[in-house]
C-alpha cells in the first residue's frame, strides 16, 4: 500500500502562484509514474502533469508554460509549481501514483491522495 498525502492548496488570486506537494510513503518502490489532476466544479476530472521514475513529464494543455512538476528522492515527493494562475484553474487537486506509467492517462491510479482545494479568484 501506498499512502499519498497532499499540502499547498489555497485561495490566490489571478496572476498568482501555488506550490502544491504530495509525500508518499508505504511501499513507494511500485510506483512508477506520480501525477496531479484537476477536479472542477462542475465534477470534470483532468490530469494536469505527470511525472515518471524515468523522468517523463506530461503536461495537459491548458497548464503548458505555466506549471512544473518535479520529484524528489525518486517519487517519494512530487511538486507541482503553478505560476499565473487563472480562474478556470480553480478546483480540487488530487495527488495520484501508479505502478503503470501509462495508467495515469487513462485514470487509472491505484492511489489517490485525499485533495487540496485551489481557488483562483478574478
Known amino acids: 500500500q501506498v499512502q499519498l498525502v497532499e499540502s499547498g492548496g489555497g485561495l490566490v488570486q489571478a496572476g498568482g502562484s501555488l506550490r502544491l506537494s504530495c509525500t508518499a510513503s508505504g511501499s513507494t518502490r511500485s510506483i512508477n509514474a506520480m501525477g496531479w489532476y484537476r477536479q472542477n466544479p462542475d465534477n470534470q476530472r483532468e490530469l494536469v502533469a505527470q511525472i515518471t521514475s524515468a523522468g517523463t513529464i506530461y503536461y495537459a494543455n491548458s497548464v503548458k508554460g505555466r506549471f512544473t512538476i518535479t520529484m524528489d528522492n525518486f517519487l517519494k515527493m512530487v511538486h507541482l509549481q503553478m505560476n499565473s494562475l487563472k480562474p478556470e484553474d480553480t478546483g480540487v487537486y488530487y495527488c495520484?501514483?501508479?505502478?503503470?506509467?501509462?495508467?495515469?492517462?487513462?485514470?487509472?491510479?491505484?492511489?489517490w491522495g485525499q485533495g487540496t482545494q485551489v481557488t483562483v479568484s478574478s
Open positions: 495520484a501514483a501508479a505502478r503503470d506509467v501509462g495508467a495515469l492517462g487513462y485514470g487509472l491510479a491505484d492511489y
